[in-house]
Antibody, heavy 119, light 110 residues
Framework: QVQLQQWGAGLLKPSETLSLTCAVY????????WTWIRQSPGKGLEWIGE???????TYNPSLQSRVTISVDTSKNQFSLNLNSLTAADTAVYYC?????????????WGQGTLVTVSS | QSVLTQPPSISAAPGQKVTISCSGS????????VAWYQQLPGTAPRLLIY???DRPSGIPDRFSGSKSGTSATLGITGLHTGDEADYYC???????????FGGGTKLTVL
């Protein structure tokens, strides 16, 4: 059973950069795809993007100019960076596993990290 | 405003059956598999249904999924208070090139 554990700063100021990391236990980053999803009261669940083990990425077009997802296979971790933050980026951020980028479903989730953007 | 439309709330008595609808379009539900998630308060979503009507191991057969045209449905039978949660549908949208979700349905078991 794959387990995901995530961490990162929870309180940031406008214009700063969000950085979150997700560690994968009980499975390897060398298979499947790995994603970030956020949830805010105003917009519900929003898919941010995905990465595979070789570093290939796909991003939500609405966030593409500000987001970077990277992978460190030596540590079995993947990360999210989101820059130029505004209050609209306040949300709970989740990492999740995407078994295959053919049929989109997420079968393992991290515990979530509340990120608040406020001056 | 979510791309997929779900009723905001639904309620039923213990032991009863409910269905939760998820309405989309030809570019999402109409041409791709649908997934359903259960989110208990303060926790991460949990996968209930994938590939429109498959259940992951550990999910009881009280939960079922179906699709017709551009709408999908989650069915839950034998309701109990532990089923009180928010339920979300999700799928790929081939026109927008993003994963899209419904706005969620809050299930209350009275």
């Amino acid at each position: 059973q794959v387990q995901l554990q995530q961490w990162g700063a929870g309180l940031l100021k406008p214009s700063e950069t969000l950085s979150l990391t997700c560690a994968v236990y009980g499975g390897s980053l060398n298979t499947n795809y790995w994603t970030w999803i956020r949830q805010s009261p105003g917009k519900g669940l929003e898919w941010i993007g995905e990465i595979n083990h070789s570093g290939g990425t796909t991003y939500n077009p609405s966030l593409q100019s500000r987001v970077t997802i990277s992978v460190d296979t030596s540590k079995n971790q993947f990360s999210l960076n989101l820059n130029s933050l505004t209050a609209a980026d306040t949300a709970v951020y989740y990492c999740a596993r995407l078994p295959a980028a053919i049929t989109y479903f997420f079968d393992s989730w991290g515990q979530g990290t509340l990120v608040t953007v406020s001056s | 405003q979510s791309v997929l439309t779900q009723p905001p709330s639904i309620s039923a008595a213990p032991g009863q059956k409910v269905t939760i609808s998820c309405s989309g379009s030809s570019s999402n539900i109409g041409s791709n598999y649908v997934a359903w998630y259960q989110q208990l308060p303060g926790t991460a979503p949990r996968l209930l249904i994938y590939n429109t009507n498959d259940r992951p191991s550990g999910i009881p057969d009280r939960f079922s999924g179906s699709k017709s045209g551009t709408s999908a449905t989650l069915g839950i039978t034998g309701l109990h208070t532990g089923d009180e949660a928010d339920y979300y549908c999700g799928t790929w949208d081939s026109s927008l090139s993003v994963v899209v979700f419904g706005g969620g349905t809050k299930l209350t078991v009275l």
